[in-house]
């Protein structure tokens, strides 16, 4: 599976036209594309899912663009990189974007490799600039594909490693199975119960290192990270 295969995006546009064109070349660069085509129904998407990126048209039914985009950095419990695509191509209206907590500007009509290039880039950017992350007394670091449970490092597997990745990321947020599986094996085929046996392997090895934090499953909903309360 290819790096550009483990992106997922969501594009917030009510120009169906529009997300049918980037829906064609975004699925031919292996990338999965959820849609909204209204504010509303983006920020419960966006909220509700983990996205690597967000491609938000400013005008936009129920919530505009601005609203999205503000709503998210109060309400989501992580960074999620926003590239606004509008027609507005004043000064004022990039500002606006940028204090709304835009973190890219790109105006219609465009390219749309132009467009994707942006996609991977505030991607890698947000990868490289959260490489750390931490719950209790566990650290992991994706840019050494390491963890570490107070000073011991723990020797994990590839996808054991991954998963930890992204309970971490959308914590407290519980993550559903078919996310899970999605954001590890993308399309590719993997059996039934192959997330179960790396969530136990994860889970055992958690706990015979002494580690705060646990994998909880929230039945009919997903998995998450409880980390144990300071005594």
């Keep these: 599976m290819t790096a550009a295969a483990k992106l997922t995006v969501l594009v917030i546009e009510d120009n169906q036209a529009i997300q049918a064109n ?14 909204a085509l209204n504010g509303r129904h983006g920020a ?7 996205y690597d990126v967000i491609v938000l048209d400013l005008t936009l039914p129920q919530l505009d663009g601005l609203d999205v985009c503000s709503l998210l950095r109060q309400q989501a419990n992580r960074h999620i990189p926003v590239l606004m695509l509008t027609a ?3 000064l004022q209206h990039k500002l606006d974007g940028f204090a709304a907590g835009a973190d890219d500007y790109l105006v219609k009509p465009f390219d749309l490799a132009e467009l994707w290039a942006r ?16 719950l209790g007394n566990i650290r992991l670091n994706r840019h050494l ?3 570490h449970c107070d000073s011991k490092l723990l020797a994990l597997k590839p996808i054991g490693f991954k998963l930890l990745s992204i ?10 199975r078919t996310e899970l599986c999605s954001k590890i094996w993308g399309d590719e085929p993997t059996e039934s119960d192959a997330l179960r046996s790396h969530l136990y392997q994860l889970r055992k090895t958690l706990q015979q290192h002494g580690a705060s934090v646990s994998i909880e499953t929230q039945l009919g909903v997903g998995f998450a990270l409880k980390a144990e309360s300071a005594i």
């Design 22 to 35: 980037i829906a064609d070349y975004f699925a031919m660069q292996g990338a999965g594309v959820d849609f």
């Design 44 to 50: 419960e998407l966006a909220l509700a899912h983990y």
């Design 88 to 90: 507005r191509d004043s």
């Design 119 to 134: 996609v991977q880039v505030l991607a890698k950017r947000h990868l490289q600039h959260h490489h750390t992350l931490t």
């Design 145 to 147: 594909h390491q963890v």
């Design 167 to 176: 309970l971490l990321e959308t914590h407290p947020r519980p993550v559903s």
